[in-house]
């Protein structure tokens, strides 16, 4: 099955306690997914900092979510991510465009 995007990126990012970029913003992106790969819960903001219990959950071991002009959620801003677990989480994905 071929994309209706061209792959850009891949995104492997470490998630903490602290909010930070896990996608820098692009005026470009047509579509990106985000896919937990820990055993605790991540909340993405867009645009801000992220907060624990606001924003996008995507819950543990595997929760995702998935973004795309077609879908009609697209966000071009820069993505934010943060835990409320100890240690590093790591969120996986793809970046389109």
């Given at each position: 099955m071929a994309l209706p995007f061209g792959v850009v990126g891949h995104i492997a990012v470490n998630v903490t306690t602290t909010s930070a970029e896990l996608l820098a913003a692009n005026p470009d992106r047509e579509y990106a997914i985000f896919i937990n790969d820990s055993d605790t819960v991540i909340y993405l903001a867009f645009g801000e900092d992220a907060v624990i219990n606001s924003g996008v959950r995507i819950n543990a071991t595997g929760g995702s979510y998935e973004m795309a002009r077609h879908l009609g959620n697209l966000n071009q801003l820069v993505v934010n991510a943060i835990h409320a677990g100890?240690?590093?989480?790591?969120?996986?994905?793809?970046?389109?465009?």
């Open positions: 100890s240690g590093n989480k790591k969120c996986v994905g793809l970046e389109g465009d």
